[in-house]
């Protein structure tokens, strides 16, 4: 998928860009490249695959949820900024909060959003568990994300309990979700959550199959939870 045919397809979608955006999306790919020359970013680096498999792919989650409000967004484990900055990009109202352990790709996150010029985005060096115990962010979020950063099981305690009651927590996946989400309907419940619906869909050119699991927050999160960094992933709730 080139750039002409990204901005093709989202406007098939609804979504139309400026050519600001346009130049934005243009800026993130460069800067990206030229950042996974010093450090490991994304095994994805081809121009194509970038704007398919990566800039798409996260915009993905729009096309079933509205996020043209001035929503606060929380992305759990965002590596290289995916998904919450191709749609802060799209959807500039959004408030962002990006969370990842590991400072280089922090340092990366600030240098691109001073290149991309956009405001109302926060960066945080921390771990996910550590993060969600803080009483400034836990449960204040109207949607937190997470793509392609671990099984549901785990994923449920590192997301639910920065979910605000009411809100959202929006989880991207591949093929084959469905079990998954049955394996962590235990942790799900527990965590405040209740599983709302599974979208289900085929990236375009390629036809690869990815899925968009969306779980409403219900319920407080049990202070419990997240336990100690680490742990989610050692002892999932089951």
């Avoid at 045919?5 to 130049?23: C, N, P, R």
């Avoid at 792919?57 to 290289?80: K, M, N, P, Q, W």
Wanted: aromatic share 8%; net charge neutral; proline share 5%.
């Amino acid at each position: 998928m080139n750039p002409k045919q990204f901005v093709e397809a989202l406007h098939q979608k609804g979504i139309k860009l400026s050519d600001k955006q346009i130049e934005q999306f243009a800026i993130y790919y460069q800067t990206l490249v030229e950042w996974n020359e010093k450090i490991n970013l994304t095994a994805i680096t081809d121009e194509e695959d970038v704007y398919l498999k990566h800039f798409y792919d996260s915009i993905s989650a729009a096309f079933y949820h509205d996020f043209t409000e001035e929503l606060h967004i929380c992305d759990v484990g965002a590596g290289a900024g995916f998904p919450s900055i191709p749609l802060k990009i799209c959807f500039p109202d959004l408030q962002v909060t990006i969370v990842d352990s590991l400072k280089k790709r922090v340092n990366f996150l600030n240098e691109l959003a001073a290149k991309l010029e956009i405001n109302g985005m926060v960066f945080h060096h921390d771990r996910a568990e550590t993060f969600g115990k803080n009483k400034k962010f836990r449960e204040s979020f109207d949607i937190v994300t997470a793509r392609a950063v671990a099984r549901m099981t785990v994923l449920s305690e590192l997301c639910l309990p920065l979910t605000k009651k009411s809100g959202v927590f929006i989880a991207m996946k591949g093929s084959h979700s469905d079990q998954e989400v049955t394996d962590s309907s235990t942790a799900i419940k527990l965590l405040g959550g209740n599983l709302d619906t599974i979208h289900t869909f085929t990236l375009p050119n390629e036809n690869s199959e990815r899925s968009i699991i969306v779980i409403d927050k219900k319920r407080n999160t049990p202070n419990k939870y997240p336990r100690k960094p680490g742990v989610p992933g050692k002892k999932p709730i089951v």
